[in-house]
C-alpha cells in the first residue's frame, strides 16, 4: 500500500478500494476504473492507465505494481470471492476458521487501516525508518546544557496522507511551481488548499521560489529601463534645487532653469525639457507618460517628490489587482526606475518627510485606456 501510494499519487480511499478487474493493453500498460470520493457524487469514478515496465521493474512502476498485488492476492480473493484488489489473510482471530479467514477488509469500512499500522511497520523493520533529526534551536549567546544528551533519531511516522502530500509536493516542485500542470488525480485548488498549503517543507520551497521569481522580474524591467536609458539619455535628477538660481548652478541653461522653477515644463509626475525634441527620434515626443523615466529630457527636482511617491503608492494598488507578469510588463520598468534610479538621489529623510504628508492623486488615469484597467 505505501508503495502504490508513492507510485499511483494516488489518495489512501482510491488505493483501499483498487478493484481487479482491469484491462492490459499491449502488455505494456494497465487500464482500470478507480473510485475518487472526493470529487462529488457525479463524478466518483476515474479510468487510468497505468505505466507495466518490464518484469524486473514492477516495485517502479504503478502498472507493474498493481499486477504484483493481483499475483500477492489471488488466493485470498479467490476465498473470499471479492472483486477487490485489497484481500488479505487475517492471520489470528480464533473465532474465524474456514474460508472467512480470508477478507477484503475495505470493502465495508475504509476505516480499516487502523488495523494495518504504518508507523509500526516503519520501526519495526530489520532497518527502521527514521525521521531527520529536529535541528537543534538555535539561540544566540546560548551554551548547550552540561551533561545534556542530544536527542536521538525517531521512528518515521508514517501515513498515506503524508506520501501523497510527499509525492503532490515533489511534482509540482518538477513543474516549477505551475498548479494547473500539476495538478492530476485534483484540481489546482484542491491540490494547493489540501495538500501543499498545509506542508511546511512545500511552503518554505514555494517562498524561495516567489522570491527568486520577483528578483527576476525585478531584474529583468531594470535591464529594460537601462536599455531604453541608453537609446535615450538618463533623466536629470536635482535633489538640491527649486529656485532658478540653484538649478542654474545644477548645470541647467538659464532659460530652462526659470521654466523649471515656475512649473512650466512640468508633465505627469516629472518635467521635460523639451517636449518637441524626442532625444531618440527628434520629432516631438508622443510616448506615454511613464516612458518619461527612461529619458534624457526628464527632469526631476523635490518638488516633484509627492508626485512620484502617490505614483508609486497608485502603482502598488494595481499590483493587487492583476498578475504578476502583466504589472511587471507594463509597469516594472518605470517602477524599478523611479525606486532605484531617482528615488534614491534624495535622502531617507526627506522622503520619509513627504509620506508623511498628503500625497496628490496619482493621475495613473492619463496613461490608461479605460477598456484596459483591470
Not at 78 to 101: L, Q, T, Y
Not at 232 to 254: F, K, M, N, W
Request: hydrophobic share 40%; net charge neutral; proline share 7%.
Amino acid at each position: 500500500m505505501v508503495l502504490l501510494a508513492l507510485t499511483t499519487e494516488r489518495n489512501s480511499e482510491t488505493i483501499k478500494e483498487l478493484p481487479a478487474r482491469h484491462r492490459i493493453l499491449e502488455d505494456r500498460a494497465v487500464e482500470l476504473v478507480v473510485t475518487k470520493r472526493r470529487r462529488g457524487t457525479k463524478r466518483w469514478f476515474e479510468t487510468v492507465t497505468w505505466e507495466i515496465g518490464p518484469k524486473d521493474r514492477w516495485l517502479h512502476t504503478p502498472g507493474g505494481l498493481y499486477l504484483l498485488l493481483l499475483e500477492l492476492t489471488a488466493r485470498s480473493r479467490g476465498f473470499c470471492g471479492s472483486s477487490a484488489a485489497m484481500c488479505f489473510w487475517r492471520n489470528g482471530p480464533r473465532d474465524v476458521k474456514g474460508k472467512g479467514e480470508h477478507f477484503a477488509p475495505f470493502v465495508t469500512n475504509l476505516g480499516r487501516s487502523s488495523s494495518v499500522k504504518f508507523s509500526d511497520w516503519a520501526a519495526n523493520r530489520t532497518k527502521p525508518l527514521l525521521a531527520d533529526p529536529m535541528p537543534a534551536p538555535k539561540v544566540k549567546g546560548a551554551e548547550p546544557l552540561k551533561g545534556a544528551i542530544p536527542a536521538g533519531p525517531v521512528p518515521l511516522q508514517v501515513t498515506l496522507n503524508k506520501i501523497k502530500t510527499s509525492v503532490d509536493a515533489r511534482r509540482t516542485k518538477q513543474l516549477g511551481g505551475h498548479l494547473p500542470s500539476s495538478a492530476k488525480s485534483n484540481t489546482a485548488q484542491v491540490l494547493f488548499a489540501n495538500y501543499l498549503k498545509p506542508d511546511e517543507a512545500t511552503r518554505e520551497w514555494a517562498e524561495e521560489v516567489i522570491t527568486d521569481a520577483l528578483a527576476d522580474a525585478e531584474q529583468a524591467a531594470w535591464d529594460a529601463h537601462a536599455v531604453a536609458v541608453g537609446r535615450r539619455g538618463e533623466p536629470t535628477v536635482i535633489p538640491d534645487g527649486e529656485s532658478p538660481q540653484e538649478l542654474e548652478e545644477a548645470g541647467l541653461a538659464p532659460q530652462i532653469a526659470r521654466e523649471l522653477a515656475d512649473g512650466h515644463l512640468d508633465t505627469a509626475w516629472t518635467a521635460c525639457e523639451d517636449q518637441e525634441r524626442h532625444p531618440e527620434s527628434g520629432a516631438p515626443c508622443g510616448d506615454s507618460f511613464l516612458a518619461c523615466f527612461h529619458c534624457g529630457n526628464c527632469l526631476v527636482t523635490r518638488t516633484h517628490l509627492p508626485k512620484l511617491l502617490a505614483l508609486m503608492a497608485a502603482l502598488g494598488a494595481m499590483r493587487e489587482r492583476m498578475s504578476e507578469e502583466a504589472w511587471w510588463k507594463r509597469y516594472g520598468p518605470a517602477w524599478v526606475a523611479i525606486r532605484r534610479d531617482i528615488l534614491t538621489k534624495f535622502t531617507p529623510a526627506e522622503v520619509g518627510k513627504v509620506r508623511q504628508q498628503p500625497l496628490p492623486d496619482a493621475l495613473l488615469d492619463l496613461v490608461e485606456a479605460p477598456w484596459e484597467q483591470p
